[in-house]
Structure formats: structure tokens, C-alpha cells
């Protein structure tokens, strides 16, 4: 039985700012598209599994509106500071939040746009009411 795989030219790989649809089903990816295609669903199951906590995205979907601190957070998510730092922790590894220290406080805010289009998607899928 003959499976069908993904080609990938270079229109496939745009940069951050191009919009496309899915690639195109192809039987002739040659090895480096492969490698590349795994290396890419090695990346997005990576950030899927980050944000796949309901603290996280929660955490996520309050810094989409911009920076809090900590204390903002505990109190937005009604959680105690281990909680919510251990979720931040989690979040920072990953590369998704970025933190700003102000004294004693400590700010976080997403470090690029990817977290916030997400969160757009699930809210439109699982949150819009109109």
C-alpha cells in the first residue's frame, strides 16, 4: 500500500510574516523537506505541549493583553504564587513569556506574537458566543 507524504518546496517554509494554507500532498518530498517537516512538528508539538496546561493558558490568554506582574496574575487567576510561578517557569523554559524584574517585582509578558495568535484561534473556537 502506497502512502501519500507532504511536498515541500521553498514556498512551504515562508517567512514569519507570510500566510499560507497547508502544503500540498506530494509522493516525491525529497529528504531534506523531510527532515525539515520533522524538525518543524518536533517544534510545534513542543510549543503545543507548553500551552496544552490549563494554568498556562490561562496565563497565556491574560498576557495577551499585555505585561502583569506576578501578583496580577495570582490575583487574575485566583492561584498562589507557586503555582502561578511554577506555570511561568514552565512557560519562560519554552520561550513563550519573557520576564522584566522592577525592583522586587517581576513582570511577564509573551516574547512574540505566536502565543496571542493561538490564543485568538481557541478563543474563536471555544470561547466566541456570537
Known sequence: METN???????AFPDKEAKMG????????SDDDMDKMADNAML?????????HEGRLMILCHL??????????ENLL????????QQLS??????LVTPRRDGKTIFYRLTD?????????VYDLFCRTD
Do not use: C, H, W, Y
Not at 507524504?5 to 514556498?11: F, G, H, K, W, Y
Not at 510545534?44 to 496544552?52: D, E, G, M, Q, V
Not at 485566583?78 to 510561578?85: C, D, G, K
Not at 502565543?115 to 485568538?120: L, V
Open 44 to 52: 510545534a508539538s513542543n510549543f503545543l505541549k507548553a500551552i496544552s
Open 90 to 95: 514552565r512557560l519562560r523554559l519554552e520561550g
Open 113 to 121: 506574537d505566536r502565543p496571542k495568535q493561538i490564543m485568538e484561534v
Open 22 to 29: 497547508l502544503p500540498v500532498f506530494d509522493k516525491n518530498i
Open 78 to 85: 485566583s492561584a498562589r504564587q507557586a503555582a502561578v510561578s
Open 5 to 11: 507524504t507532504i511536498s515541500l518546496d521553498a514556498a
Open 64 to 73: 495577551a493583553s499585555g505585561e502583569k506582574s506576578v501578583t496580577e496574575l
